[in-house]
């Protein structure tokens, strides 16, 4: 068991296409994790992540703050509590349309 305090894991840019967006890996495969890796990300005012797609799924778990959920279909509100499902190959992007940052847990596989 490994136990660690996520303020101790360094804040990095998130993807190229983003804005206002840092991730910390809390979880990986460094550490042991042999099936899934577990990311805070935290996006600021006016941020929001790339419109893009990948071949694994990934669940998100929205732990601050509200925003909009964007894919092909259209948008979706989301806020604090909320759990998103991202199925293999849907375009997805995640934007802060409110005053707060957004906080958001993202679990994806580490052999996608």
Not at 104 to 109: A, H, I, N, R, S
Request: hydrophobic letters at 35%.
């Amino acid at each position: 068991m490994k136990i660690h305090n996520y303020r101790n894991v360094e804040a990095k840019g998130a993807e190229e296409g983003a804005s206002k967006l840092t991730v910390r890996w809390l979880i990986t495969k460094e550490m042991g994790a042999e099936n899934f890796a577990m990311r805070l990300f935290e996006m600021e005012d006016g941020g929001y992540s790339p419109f893009h797609s990948h071949p694994w799924e990934h669940e998100v778990f929205i732990l601050e703050g509200k925003g909009l959920a964007v894919s092909e279909e259209g948008r979706e509100e989301f806020r604090a509590g909320d759990v998103i499902f991202i199925p293999s190959n849907e375009k997805h992007q995640f934007k802060n349309n409110g005053k707060k940052t957004v906080k958001f847990l993202c679990l994806v596989p580490n052999t996608p």
